[in-house]
């Protein structure tokens, strides 16, 4: 069951094209993140999908209905859309109570008061604020003032909830609880997810499927694993992981790659180029303290601890790359070490389009 | 994809929207209300007028272009007499009266927020208390303290306790005008700059100070630089008002035949000359717009200075010391001199049976509630008894909360649309159109709505005599001051607040009644209360538009005081801002806004 299906969407300000030919199906019961940096048009396409924007081309469905359809010239209002939409401000209206905040949707719907009551009331247990209904919303915390945004939309359940960036506003450990807290919620109700963001940690933490989107392209549509493991450009490859993916130029000589004038592991496959960029995230080089055949020489810039384990900032010649090690590593600034790559983890990538190739490689 | 095809859909779609629908019909209106005026007033200077048939030796033939208007004000003595004099005249006037409003305004703005001045929140109090009053308070009770013998008038208050005798260019012309209308119209360039001065962190001025730079290169390089906008805007403002004021140099002025534009256009269209009068609104309009011209050239700077203070701002305040309370002292006597002895003066004449004499025998309550009587105003009853006065009070009222709140509607909607869609060619031209009538001088906005609802045009119909025209010119005149509260409080309305509703299935009334009215409401009464104050103690914008049926309280009492029946006047007038000040607190405490926020003080 495919809940949202976008077809060909396009749209554009003053010839600049924020989203640009974009396709996507999100299936029943999934949380799709879109994720990408600012500017990359996933909130726009979060909006087109609510319906408060309108596609300059393409069609959406929703529920299996066409909403939308540039050449029909269809276009179902929100309301009618049956979709909830978290902003990233809250948006709670100042002026009213948290019930009557959250009431508002079913005022709309024209429901008894017994009944407005009765849902209200159980909604506001749900994301236990009971007790704060008559509060106003300049009178509660931020992680407050989020979960009566969300309960404000689930009181109408719909079947598919729209997250803009919902999390952003809140400090860390929060944040931490609210990703708890709204996975669950996704779990309980198997409502549809479509949940915008830039933070890719959220991405990978949260999601059933991730849309990664790049100048108003999709670079990648698979589960997190996928994407952190295979990321299908250098772009996402770039995008995700933390703190950072590591690249480095290879020539491709008679089946080897050749990295400076060092000769290191195997590229299978026909018709090889003559260059390719490998990646690797921090955690798929381990340190050696001699030279073997498979290593590549490098000096120690900097150590970071980050709690769990600590990060060695390296130079692979002139190129900067990062390295996880474990707790307790010691390293002297200068020092020369040598890097094993760990080959089930790398990934190849075309120089010129930034693709990634479908070759093997092996040690 | 055909590009024309999606930008026609794109243009479909728009038009589904109401803000768009919104838009499309104010900018008719406005257009209608703002720039077709504008042509008529044009129309009227080239055509034979019905007041033309009088005139001997040229072929006159009503509604047929002729340039002799032209012809007769820009060449020869008439021109000299009717154009080039009264121009004269109003440039000093407009000068001088802007030099006061500048020094007066800035000089208390400094005094308020930059020094640890003593009492300043009574002083900030007192300065505002000019702008709700008529502009012709402060003339009629100049006249009440300096009239005289020489000048052929009763004693006023000097003459009669000191037996001084002010020397007439004391009493009537240019002098007199400048200053009672620049103490008039200070409160408004005093709101403009203690908001600069108040915007401006004093860390700016501290790090120039680290840098040792002197007092007064700071002042010169940074503090005058960032409050440069502010005067300026002061300075343009004041040029708009003096030059469309009518009552002031009415009463100073043609006692001792001093003519400026506005009364030489009222003097022209009175006598039924409105070719000749509206080349003179045209010389107003240009001056005017080479004004917003300027004046535009100013604001765009001013934009980049906007962000200055975004933060909490510091300012330390300059110590007055020993001087402290002096200069307090001083300060509150000059305002209370402006703002309340004025209307003692009037309050005093208005009590006293037989003008010019001030002693105890001579009270009589026979202005307020005096039975008709044949021996005092021709028979007139005292105001308070008086139907034609109670008939105008009440069209004051009536004028001014409709006017207001029409007004205060029209313009918390054009800005719900100018926030809506703030790119939008549509949204600017609102803007700017809607900004236009400030600059328009009162007394020719009036000339304009005088040929525009003359007669009957298309589906308008002829509104010249009924109370219609009046709600009309005063929605139109005042919808600068709406728009600019009404625009300002919607954009701090977040549009996700909205398409939170949007979402949740209320329709574009529900939510503008359930969410953007009620989160703009601050701003709509602030924008109501000014147009309620300005309209109220208007009087050069009704002048040309009023009809016996159809006075108001202001118009009823200037034909009182052109024939000289002056405690009755002088009543009328304390009645006047009598109402205007108990409406005005009456909104305030019911409502509790501040008048300084919709005045344009921010």
Same mark, same amino acid.
Request: proline share 4%; glycine share 8%; charged share 15%.
């Given at each position: 069951?495919?809940?949202?299906?976008?077809?060909?969407?396009?749209?554009?300000?003053?010839?600049?094209?924020?989203?640009?030919?974009?396709?996507?199906?999100? #299936? &029943?019961?999934? @949380?799709?993140?879109?994720? +990408?940096?600012?500017?990359?048009?996933?909130?726009?396409? !979060?909006? =087109? $999908?609510?319906?408060?924007?309108?596609?300059?081309?393409?069609?959406?469905?929703?529920? #299996? &209905?066409?909403? @939308?359809?540039?050449?029909? +010239?269809?276009?179902?209002?929100?309301?009618?859309?049956? !979709?909830? =939409? $978290?902003?990233?401000?809250?948006?709670?209206?100042?002026?009213?109570?948290?019930?009557?905040?959250?009431?508002?949707?079913?005022?709309?719907?024209?429901?008894?008061?017994?009944?407005?009551?009765?849902?209200?009331?159980?909604?506001?247990?749900?994301?236990?604020?009971?007790?704060?209904?008559?509060?106003?919303?300049?009178?509660?915390?931020?992680?407050?003032?989020?979960?009566?945004?969300?309960?404000?939309?689930?009181?109408?359940?719909?079947?598919?909830?729209?997250?803009?960036?919902?999390?952003?506003?809140?400090?860390?450990?929060?944040?931490?609880?609210?990703?708890?807290?709204?996975?669950?919620?996704?779990?309980?109700?198997?409502?549809?997810?479509?949940?915008?963001?830039?933070?890719?940690?959220?991405?990978?933490?949260?999601?059933?499927?991730?849309?990664?989107?790049?100048?108003?392209?999709?670079?990648?549509?698979?589960?997190?694993?996928?994407?952190?493991?295979?990321?299908?450009?250098?772009?996402?490859?770039?995008?995700?992981?933390?703190?950072?993916?590591?690249?480095?130029?290879?020539?491709?000589?008679?089946?080897?790659?050749?990295?400076?004038?060092?000769?290191?592991?195997?590229?299978?496959?026909?018709?090889?180029?003559?260059?390719?960029?490998?990646?690797?995230?921090?955690?798929?080089?381990?340190?050696?303290?001699?030279?073997?055949?498979?290593?590549?020489?490098?000096?120690?810039?900097?150590?970071?601890?980050?709690?769990?384990?600590?990060?060695?900032?390296?130079?692979?010649?002139?190129?900067?790359?990062?390295?996880?090690?474990?707790?307790?590593?010691?390293?002297?600034?200068?020092?020369?070490?040598?890097?094993?790559?760990?080959?089930?983890?790398?990934?190849?990538?075309?120089?010129?389009?930034?693709?990634?190739?479908?070759?093997?490689?092996?040690? | 994809?055909?590009?024309?095809?999606?930008?026609?859909?794109?243009?479909?779609?728009?038009?589904?929207?109401?803000?768009?629908?919104?838009?499309?019909?104010?900018?008719?209106?406005?257009?209608?209300?703002?720039?077709?005026?504008?042509?008529?007033?044009?129309?009227?200077?080239?055509?034979?007028?019905?007041?033309?048939?009088?005139?001997?030796?040229?072929?006159?033939?009503?509604?047929?272009?002729?340039?002799?208007?032209?012809?007769?004000?820009?060449?020869?003595?008439?021109?000299?007499?009717?154009?080039?004099?009264?121009?004269?005249?109003?440039?000093?006037?407009?000068?001088?009266?802007?030099?006061?409003?500048?020094?007066?305004?800035?000089?208390?703005?400094?005094?308020?927020?930059?020094?640890?001045?003593?009492?300043?929140?009574?002083?900030?109090?007192?300065?505002?208390?000019?702008?709700?009053?008529?502009?012709?308070?402060?003339?009629?009770?100049?006249?009440?303290?300096?009239?005289?013998?020489?000048?052929?008038?009763?004693?006023?208050?000097?003459?009669?306790?000191?037996?001084?005798?002010?020397?007439?260019?004391?009493?009537?012309?240019?002098?007199?005008?400048?200053?009672?209308?620049?103490?008039?119209?200070?409160?408004?360039?005093?709101?403009?700059?203690?908001?600069?001065?108040?915007?401006?962190?004093?860390?700016?001025?501290?790090?120039?100070?680290?840098?040792?730079?002197?007092?007064?290169?700071?002042?010169?390089?940074?503090?005058?630089?960032?409050?440069?906008?502010?005067?300026?805007?002061?300075?343009?403002?004041?040029?708009?008002?003096?030059?469309?004021?009518?009552?002031?140099?009415?009463?100073?002025?043609?006692?001792?035949?001093?003519?400026?534009?506005?009364?030489?256009?009222?003097?022209?269209?009175?006598?039924?000359?409105?070719?000749?009068?509206?080349?003179?609104?045209?010389?107003?309009?240009?001056?005017?717009?080479?004004?917003?011209?300027?004046?535009?050239?100013?604001?765009?700077?001013?934009?980049?200075?906007?962000?200055?203070?975004?933060?909490?701002?510091?300012?330390?305040?300059?110590?007055?010391?020993?001087?402290?309370?002096?200069?307090?002292?001083?300060?509150?006597?000059?305002?209370?001199?402006?703002?309340?002895?004025?209307?003692?003066?009037?309050?005093?004449?208005?009590?006293?049976?037989?003008?010019?004499?001030?002693?105890?025998?001579?009270?009589?309550?026979?202005?307020?509630?005096?039975?008709?009587?044949?021996?005092?105003?021709?028979?007139?009853?005292?105001?308070?008894?008086?139907?034609?006065?109670?008939?105008?009070?009440?069209?004051?009222?009536?004028?001014?909360?409709?006017?207001?709140?029409?007004?205060?509607?029209?313009?918390?909607?054009?800005?719900?649309?100018?926030?809506?869609?703030?790119?939008?060619?549509?949204?600017?031209?609102?803007?700017?159109?809607?900004?236009?009538?400030?600059?328009?001088?009162?007394?020719?906005?009036?000339?304009?709505?005088?040929?525009?609802?003359?007669?009957?045009?298309?589906?308008?119909?002829?509104?010249?005599?009924?109370?219609?025209?009046?709600?009309?010119?005063?929605?139109?005149?005042?919808?600068?001051?709406?728009?600019?509260?009404?625009?300002?409080?919607?954009?701090?309305?977040?549009?996700?607040?909205?398409?939170?509703?949007?979402?949740?299935?209320?329709?574009?009334?529900?939510?503008?009644?359930?969410?953007?009215?009620?989160?703009?409401?601050?701003?709509?009464?602030?924008?109501?209360?000014?147009?309620?104050?300005?309209?109220?103690?208007?009087?050069?914008?009704?002048?040309?538009?009023?009809?016996?049926?159809?006075?108001?309280?202001?118009?009823?009492?200037?034909?009182?005081?052109?024939?000289?029946?002056?405690?009755?006047?002088?009543?009328?007038?304390?009645?006047?801002?009598?109402?205007?000040?108990?409406?005005?607190?009456?909104?305030?405490?019911?409502?509790?806004?501040?008048?300084?926020?919709?005045?344009?003080?921010?």
């Amino acid at each position: 069951m495919v809940t949202v299906r976008l077809v060909g969407i396009s749209k554009g300000w003053s010839g600049v094209k924020a989203v640009d030919n974009l396709s996507l199906d999100i #299936g &029943k019961g999934d @949380f799709v993140t879109l994720l +990408g940096p600012s500017g990359c048009g996933k909130t726009t396409t !979060l909006r =087109m $999908i609510a319906g408060l924007e309108d596609p300059d081309d393409g069609e959406i469905y929703i529920h #299996g &209905k066409l909403v @939308f359809s540039a050449s029909k +010239g269809i276009n179902v209002p929100p309301a009618q859309r049956g !979709l909830g =939409m $978290i902003f990233q401000s809250y948006a709670l209206w100042p002026h009213m109570t948290v019930f009557d905040n959250v009431a508002f949707g079913l005022v709309q719907q024209k429901l008894s008061k017994d009944q407005i009551n009765q849902r209200v009331t159980r909604v506001l247990a749900d994301v236990e604020l009971e007790g704060l209904a008559h509060r106003y919303p300049s009178e509660l915390s931020g992680g407050q003032q989020q979960r009566v945004a969300v309960a404000r939309m689930i009181v109408v359940s719909p079947e598919l909830l729209l997250m803009d960036e919902p999390l952003s506003n809140l400090d860390t450990r929060l944040r931490m609880q609210m990703r708890a807290s709204l996975k669950r919620m996704h779990q309980e109700t198997n409502t549809t997810v479509v949940y915008v963001t830039h933070d890719q940690e959220e991405a990978l933490t949260m999601s059933t499927g991730i849309a990664v989107m790049n100048k108003g392209k999709l670079e990648q549509y698979a589960s997190p694993e996928e994407v952190y493991e295979r990321p299908a450009s250098k772009f996402v490859a770039e995008f995700t992981g933390n703190p950072q993916t590591n690249f480095i130029d290879a020539e491709v000589v008679d089946g080897r790659l050749k990295i400076g004038d060092r000769f290191i592991g195997h590229i299978d496959g026909d018709a090889l180029p003559n260059a390719v960029t490998l990646s690797f995230r921090p955690e798929a080089m381990s340190i050696r303290q001699e030279s073997t055949p498979n290593t590549l020489p490098a000096t120690v810039y900097a150590t970071l601890l980050v709690g769990a384990s600590v990060l060695v900032y390296v130079h692979i010649g002139n190129i900067e790359a990062v390295i996880r090690a474990e707790r307790g590593s010691k390293f002297r600034g200068n020092q020369e070490i040598w890097l094993e790559p760990d080959w089930t983890q790398v990934n190849v990538y075309s120089p010129t389009t930034g693709r990634r190739l479908d070759y093997a490689v092996r040690g | 994809m055909n590009g024309l095809k999606v930008r026609f859909r794109k243009l479909a779609n728009r038009w589904r929207k109401p803000e768009t629908i919104l838009a499309a019909l104010f900018l008719v209106i406005l257009v209608y209300l703002v720039v077709v005026p504008l042509f008529s007033l044009v129309q009227t200077t080239l055509v034979w007028g019905t007041g033309d048939t009088r005139i001997r030796g040229e072929n006159v033939v009503v509604g047929k272009f002729t340039t002799y208007h032209w012809r007769r004000m820009l060449s020869g003595d008439f021109a000299e007499a009717v154009f080039y004099k009264p121009l004269l005249n109003t440039l000093i006037v407009t000068a001088g009266t802007v030099a006061i409003v500048l020094a007066v305004g800035s000089l208390l703005a400094y005094l308020v927020v930059r020094t640890d001045i003593r009492w300043a929140k009574l002083i900030n109090a007192l300065a505002t208390v000019p702008y709700i009053l008529p502009s012709w308070v402060l003339s009629l009770s100049w006249l009440q303290l300096f009239q005289n013998s020489t000048v052929a008038m009763p004693e006023g208050l000097l003459s009669y306790y000191t037996g001084i005798n002010a020397p007439e260019w004391l009493v009537y012309g240019p002098i007199p005008i400048m200053i009672t209308m620049g103490l008039h119209y200070y409160p408004f360039g005093y709101l403009l700059i203690s908001g600069a001065l108040r915007s401006i962190d004093s860390q700016l001025e501290e790090s120039a100070e680290i840098l040792g730079a002197s007092k007064s290169y700071i002042m010169r390089r940074i503090t005058m630089p960032i409050i440069k906008p502010a005067l300026f805007s002061t300075a343009l403002l004041g040029i708009a008002r003096s030059m469309g004021t009518f009552g002031t140099p009415a009463i100073l002025g043609l006692p001792a035949r001093y003519y400026t534009l506005s009364t030489q256009i009222y003097s022209l269209v009175r006598t039924q000359r409105q070719g000749q009068g509206y080349i003179l609104a045209l010389v107003l309009l240009a001056i005017s717009g080479i004004g917003l011209y300027v004046n535009q050239r100013v604001i765009s700077a001013r934009r980049s200075y906007a962000t200055i203070g975004g933060k909490g701002v510091k300012s330390r305040k300059v110590r007055l010391g020993k001087w402290n309370t002096p200069i307090a002292v001083l300060t509150i006597l000059f305002l209370l001199a402006v703002a309340v002895f004025p209307l003692v003066f009037l309050t005093w004449s208005s009590l006293t049976l037989y003008a010019g004499d001030y002693s105890i025998s001579n009270l009589s309550l026979h202005y307020w509630i005096g039975e008709s009587n044949p021996r005092f105003v021709a028979g007139e009853p005292g105001i308070l008894r008086n139907e034609a006065v109670m008939g105008a009070a009440w069209n004051t009222v009536k004028l001014a909360l409709v006017g207001g709140l029409i007004c205060g509607f029209a313009g918390l909607l054009i800005g719900y649309v100018v926030a809506r869609a703030r790119r939008a060619l549509t949204s600017r031209l609102l803007e700017q159109v809607s900004f236009v009538p400030m600059l328009v001088p009162s007394i020719v906005f009036g000339a304009l709505y005088l040929t525009l609802f003359a007669v009957r045009r298309g589906p308008v119909p002829a509104l010249y005599g009924t109370f219609a025209l009046l709600v009309l010119v005063t929605v139109a005149k005042q919808l600068p001051y709406t728009v600019r509260s009404g625009v300002s409080s919607m954009l701090q309305v977040a549009q996700e607040l909205e398409e939170a509703a949007v979402i949740l299935g209320a329709s574009w009334f529900a939510r503008l009644r359930k969410i953007m009215l009620p989160l703009t409401k601050n701003g709509f009464v602030a924008g109501t209360v000014i147009v309620l104050i300005t309209s109220m103690r208007e009087l050069s914008l009704y002048i040309l538009l009023v009809t016996p049926a159809n006075r108001v309280l202001t118009t009823l009492t200037y034909r009182y005081i052109e024939v000289g029946y002056t405690q009755f006047s002088n009543a009328m007038t304390v009645l006047l801002t009598l109402l205007v000040v108990v409406l005005t607190y009456a909104i305030n405490a019911w409502q509790k806004t501040d008048i300084g926020a919709g005045l344009g003080g921010r």
